[in-house]
């Protein structure tokens, strides 16, 4: 990321004069019942037919790990990012073995190696139950009831579903409230690794060209899934086109974008500017650091950071990006213009003016979450207990106290449906580093101590007296939680044996608990459902003035964005929609072949037999976001010409505002995954595989 | 720094009973006309004579840029360390020559390079002015009227002994208040560098190693004094020592501590628990890794913001340790029964009983401290508006106002006696990278926004409707004050120029002036003031007690501070007080030379000529810290053994508490300096030269 780039936003605002889709944007996330075909006539006269989509729906592939990838024959394969394998590229690896570092192929099957916690869902069906979970919200309600009601409906459609098809069945909020919808998911459990190139190339340019273009990143890994201990039989995968993405046409890309913020209003985005986006930015800075000092104690040390490192380096970069986003007046003026016009229609409308109220009411929730987003993030969402050993006794402490209440009276996370993907990752075999454990949770120790103060009766609870640093040590070496058989021990004994467990850290989650339910209780109630209420309401008055044909806000569901492969100004010069293998070697020489500007060994090795004029990466105007990594780019017939891996540094904020004049999704070209895998790591096999 | 490393602080807590000081402790930072002369005598069997602490006196040198130094021989040359001359290396730096980096020898004079705004200051007297200074505040007065008089009478007292002497003269606060001495100093400003190793060598082990030890780091470098163009004669000067320090003897060590807060109370503790150290640490985490984003633009970013980085990564590790000690419960409970005890002498003796009001007068001036001290540093301290260029302008502001008033009613740095040295860094020619000031004011006014909140009306008035990027662009590519003769210019127009001018960053000095006035005068008179009444009557009790044979916090003026060449006790392990030149070696080999464990080029060259036995670093029990970095390690004769350059990562909590259990001082021995003077770097005749 260029520091010294000023001016970046300043063009965009006229774009953003209203909530409608003007025809000439690429612009939206669109879910696979509501997709944008008329747009997608008018603009590139091309028919969305239901075979097309409901191929390509089911060819998508969601990872729990967070990110998307696509089916890419019928025995099983699956592409994806290697930033998105990465977790688990880090979790096989050992001090002599280092797949994350130096890449992996398995030339037979026998020879994959198994993911230790990786989840694969595919979507198969999609329904709207927006009617039967607004009924059992009844007139007259608190927003406690409502909330605990609305919970309890979205819970009974789940497991009734679960019960029904065995399928992994999630009810989602879109629209912020606006509707609910039904998502079955097939889940794949059973995932190995198939192959995966070196980091030095996957991620070639590392921190410094992260969010920038142009790039040379072969961005990939392979795995396949399994059933039954056979690679699994599938009937919907992308076929790998022959030539690629071309510049100019039209592709589209189904992944599973995590989260936007566009549907917000004004006060909303304040409460984003004032106070999310910089609390967490100086999370990540100190995170940071963090990661950086105890990876400069060794090469060891650095290996065990490295995979979390750079997921924070990506997060502050996107950070970042929001913050000058939210920091740049025009466009929170056009925020407030739109924001302005719609309100005024609705105020004018004798059928809307009833809704007229949602604003005030999300501005008097903004209060509320003012008040207790930062207390919510450290005790409830874990910020203050930075260790994944915490997050198991958080898990193990909570389930024997949910499992004690009917299904439907459960946290969602510990209903029925939602189970076996928990356990999978409860009970993982991942490693896990007392050192690095001790580090992070000491830190956190740290700040939760700053931030509370040292008089708070809960942190003083929390320390017994002790620093930050002792206490941490006392209680990563204290547990025995390291040890899965243990998770598995104390979750069979249910309420009884957590109640009389020592393990210091189920004592510190037991002792953390009332004080994490309380506060998420009360954000649910204050601020979640007092927006769902109100959002629904602000969708509604979109819907009546708008049509139906809006987008809803990102929710890592299945989504399908599209767009052009194309170019772009920056700066006043034009920067074309296409790297290529040759200039990867350009720009090592650029950089003197410094890290993290060194391509691997084994490019340099076979760089004679590489066609050089291959395209690489390349830019196209699809609307994306975080959780998009690993979607397949595919052209109108369906085919497979790239893979997402990032975005451009304009496309941050495309949390708050989508615009094509900069705003482009970056991927690896097809050609090259393909002229990569056959020349420089000998996988003619794979390749032979893929489309098949 | 090693992250992990748990229970440092444990062991101390029985040391800090008292105020008093024990003769077994070799704790002390002493002034040199209040020697511990019983204490060295009891000790040491050490006998300090007027001459040999006349001498020593003389013979140190303080650095404007922060540091300490010696003089070494009769014709002008001056021992430091390379991190305190490594300002103005990075000054005379060039993309084509970086003489930080590769460093630099002058063969002859005629090579000797000019510092640009280097100022050295030489202690040459101490007068008591104590009772002047109080006598001008009067009974009744309230704390805005004391404020103001006391000024006055420091003003004048320096502005007359200026006058009589022509020498600098400071009045030093003592004792936060216990104490005012009159300093007179004489100033070298045409300062010239004559030698400096590599960067790889001065900084071996760089960050990761930092206050850790063993060590191996050269960190030396030469300048030679001149006056009316010629090398100055120096009177006072170090011998060089034959054998150099030797393990178990008695050194001094004689140099500039910055500051330390050991006096404090348990409610200004507090402060700095709660909020000033945390503060500060979420800045420097945040110039960390801004700056870090910037050098890896390129390598001439890199060696732009290199000077810097090292700085604010030091102080991060400052910071973080002063946070473990501050949250180790052992330590302020210590502190919390010293002070009980004092409190209770204080009240149960009659004569003392009217001082007993303190205590409660200073949590009071916390409590404004608390709710002041971010505006302050913001706006005062300048923090919100991080750039050269910004400081520039807010000089030039400021003395066209102050200029207009009588001498000693102005800000005491515009003064007549501090304004040679102010104009010397005002009208620098130090090099300023429009690029590098953007980068820093842009993220400075980011960060100010989201503090202040972005309807504050001064940041309104600030940004000027734009982006704190796009603003910081415009004053920076607005302002001509890159230029010293655009400076002086406007300095001698006076107020009518700085009136009359349009520069944008001179137009944004004037329009944060009186908020930024306003938030010093009111921490100057409700937190300053108060404490300095209220530690003068503290330190009138601890002298009734306990004798006047008490050392002052630092003050970053000349300490004498004693100790024994000694190793220490770490997890169970002896490390032993001295390394070797072989053990440098050895510990580029255990880190595979990576960087920053590279040797340079010419240690390789010439390791076959080398005594590998010869002394390297060594560690002392000398009570540091920052700002003695530079200052000369003597022995019993006064002879020069060794360069004072870093602490253990036990000695981070000294601000707070000293105990020579663990804490140590680093040092560079004298032999190791000589060694590689005369066999690496071939500068046989500067050898000759020193102590001539």
Tied chains: 1, 2.
Aim: glycine content about 6%; charged content about 25%.
């Amino acid at each position: 990321m260029k520091l010294n780039r000023v001016g970046h936003f300043l063009l965009i605002s006229f774009i953003l004069c209203s909530f409608s889709l003007s025809i000439y944007s690429d612009e939206g996330m669109w879910v696979y019942n509501n997709l944008p075909k008329k747009i997608l006539k008018e603009k590139y006269q091309f028919d969305v037919t239901d075979a097309w989509s409901d191929h390509l729906m089911k060819s998508s592939v969601r990872f729990n790990s967070g990110g998307s990838g696509s089916f890419i024959s019928s025995t099983g394969l699956v592409l994806t990012n290697h930033h998105v394998g990465s977790g688990m590229l880090q979790k096989i690896s050992t001090p002599e073995h280092d797949y994350y570092k130096d890449g992996f192929y398995a030339r037979t099957q026998a020879d994959e190696r198994p993911a230790m916690d990786l989840e694969l869902n595919q979507l198969v069906s999609i329904e709207d139950v927006t009617e039967r979970v607004n009924t059992a919200v009844k007139p007259g309600m608190t927003a406690e009831q409502a909330n605990t009601a609305r919970k309890k409906a979205m819970g009974q459609i789940e497991t009734e579903s679960f019960e029904k098809t065995g399928l992994r069945s999630d009810v989602i909020t879109l629209y912020n409230g606006g509707q609910y919808q039904l998502y079955r998911f097939k889940r794949y459990t059973d995932v190995r690794l198939v192959f995966a190139p070196e980091f030095g190339i996957a991620f070639f340019g590392g921190d410094p060209d992260n969010f920038e273009y142009p790039r040379y990143d072969l961005d990939m890994c392979i795995f396949r899934v399994y059933e039954d201990g056979k690679p699994a039989k599938i009937e919907h995968y992308l076929k790998w086109s022959e030539k690629g993405a071309i510049d100019g046409e039209l592709i589209f890309v189904s992944g599973h974008p995590g989260s936007t913020s566009r549907m917000l209003t004004v006060a909303a985005f304040e409460f984003l500017r004032d106070l999310r986006i910089p609390y967490h930015l100086s999370y990540l800075l100190r995170q940071e650091v963090l990661l950086q000092q105890y990876s400069s104690l060794g090469e060891e040390q650095a290996r065990r950071a490295k995979n979390l490192l750079f997921s924070i380096q990506n997060s502050r970069k996107v950070y970042d990006g929001r913050m000058k986003g939210l920091q740049e007046p025009s466009l929170m003026q056009a925020k407030q213009k739109t924001e302005y016009q719609l309100r005024a229609m609705v105020e004018k409308d004798p059928n809307l003016k009833e809704l007229a109220g949602a604003w005030q009411k999300i501005a008097e929730a903004q209060v509320t979450a003012r008040k207790n987003y930062i207390k919510r993030t450290l005790l409830e969402a874990g910020q203050g207990f930075n260790s994944v050993l915490f997050s198991i006794a958080r898990t193990l402490v909570r389930m024997a106290d949910e499992d004690l209440k009917p299904n439907d009276e459960r946290l969602p996370e510990y209903r029925a449906p939602a189970r076996p993907s928990l356990e999978l990752q409860l009970y993982s075999d991942a490693p896990i580093y007392e050192d690095f454990e001790e580090v992070k949770l000491s830190d956190s120790l740290s700040r939760l101590v700053s931030i509370f103060g040292e008089n708070h009766s809960l942190v003083r609870a929390v320390l017994q007296g002790q620093s930050p640093q002792a206490r941490a040590a006392a209680l990563i070496k204290g547990s025995t939680l390291k040890n899965p058989d243990v998770r598995r021990l104390l979750a069979s004994g249910g309420k009884k044996a957590i109640d009389s467990s020592y393990d210091p850290l189920i004592m510190l989650a037991k002792l953390v608990d009332p004080a994490a339910r309380k506060i998420r209780k009360t954000y649910e109630e204050k601020v979640t459902e007092v927006e769902r209420q109100s959002y629904a309401q602000i969708a509604k008055a979109l819907f009546a003035i708008h049509g139906t044909n809006q987008y809803p806000d990102a929710t890592f569901t299945l989504r399908l964005s599209f767009g052009q492969v194309k170019g772009y100004t920056e700066d006043g010069k034009h920067v074309p929609s296409m790297t290529t293998i040759g200039g990867a070697f350009e720009h090592e020489l650029k950089h003197s072949a410094k890290e993290p500007w060194k391509l691997p060994e084994s490019w340099h090795l076979k760089k004679k037999d590489l066609d050089l004029s291959t395209p690489f990466d390349f830019v196209s105007t699809a609307d994306i976001i975080g959780g998009n990594s690993g979607s397949p780019v595919v052209n109108r017939d369906g085919e497979l010409v790239g893979l997402i891996f990032d975005g451009n540094i304009q496309s941050l904020i495309s949390d708050y505002f989508y615009t094509d004049e900069q705003n482009r999704a970056i991927s690896v070209h097809s050609s090259t995954m393909r002229e990569a895998m056959q020349k420089i790591y000998g996988a003619e096999a794979l390749v032979t595989e893929i489309g098949k």
